[in-house]
């Protein structure tokens, strides 16, 4: 393994106004443990602030109310084109203005401000632990709160989290909306299902986000809705790291009905 002071790494936090399902997201207050109310890409910044060895840190946007929003609480920007289809290829975009070397990529997606700092290692600790991997991401086996998020979220026909399936060696076989894998609700009536949570950060290495934007839009990407199918469509590997739950619920920021469930978890941490 590379020892983290000899890795370049940057973390860039994708933030569109533009949004179907929530618009303006990176832009809503929440209130935080100390009383004070900050925006959604301000948590994400200070969340980015804990990992350990960082070369760089950007939030890579293509819109001025949230390039002033970050410049004001003294935070770095890069703008982006527009036409960016994700936060992969917004990060890709960030990189590639960058005059300065950069070995490792991470993505850390500014409606996920719950995200410690321990899964981003462990994240990048995967990707170098294992040279012919292009992209590492985590994930949490589901805890009954977040488990039943996830399904009222689907009950309620909302957006919810991501799960993914993987096989032994701890390569993801796919990504959904969709709770994965199927359980039937007579069998797992009194328990909670083997489910895990895909959490929305990744580690790419410098080449893999070229190779990303070179290769296009593909279907099931398109369909889901979910960025990292691109890489397993095209055959790449996508590592899982496989993370401890922390001390409270992961939820990410996906639509309005997300902001009390969210705040009230960052009340109650201790930042």
Known sequence: MVPAAQRAVAIIIPARYSSTRFPGKPLQQFEG????????????WRAALQVPGISFLAVATDDERIAREVEAFGGTTIMTPADCANGTERCAAAVAALDQ?????????????????SIVTSVLDRLSQEPSLA????????????????????????????TV?????????????????YA????????????YLHLGVY???????A?????????????????????????MRV?????????????????PGDIPVVEGILRGRDD
């Not at 992209?135 to 991501?162: E, F, M, S």
């Open 239 to 255: 590592g899982i790291a496989l993370c401890d739950a922390p001390n409270w619920e992961i939820v990410e920021v996906n639509n």
């Open 184 to 195: 039937d609700p007579k069998s797992t009536a009194d328990e909670v299902p083997t489910t």
């Open 165 to 181: 399936v993987f096989n032994r060696s701890c390569e993801a076989l796919y990504f959904s909306k969709r709770i994965l894998p």
């Open 33 to 44: 443990s100390d009383g004070r109310s900050r925006s959604l890409v301000e948590h994400s």
């Open 101 to 117: 070397e950069i070995d490792i990529v991470v993505n850390l997606q500014g409606d996920a401000p719950l995200t410690p700092a």
């Open 203 to 209: 580690a790419y290495r410098r080449a893999a986000l």
């Open 211 to 235: 190779a990303y934007v070179e290769l296009g839009v593909s279907p099931l990407e398109e369909q889901e809705g979910l960025e990292q199918l691109r890489f397993l469509h095209a055959g």
């Open 135 to 162: 992209v590492a991401t985590p994930a949490i086996r589901c805890t009954p709160g977040a488990y039943r998020h996830l399904v009222q979220d689907a009950a309620n026909g909302r957006v919810g989290g991501t």
